[in-house]
């Protein structure tokens, strides 16, 4: 069974920067999509990023957060990490990361048009405070 586990948030003043990881343990998907969302209170769900097991093609980012996110993996750690800067209070929000897995390659440009409802598997999520 897949678990998802997030770290790394916490508060800190605008400007400011975090690391997001997810640990990924039980995951035998060749092929997957994986992906960072956020959920602020009162907001719907949005989508950061996402990235594919074959990372090729363009990576893309929620409007609000380019040029200031990177989404990355390290493939043997099975870790998935969401690099924060620049951060701004309107980033506040719990983010959680999730795993879809793929029945063809898991390209960029696929992993793009995948709903989040599809997404199988979530982690519990991690707090980001951002103050101003």
């Known amino acids: 069974q897949v678990q998802l586990v997030e770290s790394g948030g916490g508060s800190v003043q605008a400007g400011g920067s975090l690391r997001l990881s997810c640990a990924a343990t039980?995951?035998?998907?060749?092929?997957?999509?994986m992906g960072w969302f956020r959920r602020a209170p009162g907001k719907e769900r949005e989508r950061v990023a996402v990235?594919?097991?074959?990372?090729?093609?363009?990576?893309n980012y929620l409007d609000s957060v380019k040029g200031r996110f990177t989404i990355s993996q390290n493939n043997a750690k099975n870790t998935l990490y969401l690099q924060m800067n620049s951060l701004k209070p309107d980033d506040t929000a719990t983010y959680y990361c999730?795993?879809?897995?793929?029945?063809?390659?898991?390209?960029?440009?696929?992993?793009?048009?995948?709903?989040?409802?599809?997404?199988?598997?979530w982690g519990q999520g991690t707090q980001v405070t951002v103050s101003s």
């Open positions: 999730a795993a879809y897995r793929t029945l063809f390659r898991g390209s960029n440009n696929y992993c793009n048009t995948v709903p989040a409802a599809a997404y199988s598997d």
């Open positions: 039980g995951f035998t998907y060749d092929n997957y999509c």
């Open positions: 990235i594919g097991s074959d990372n090729d093609g363009i990576l």
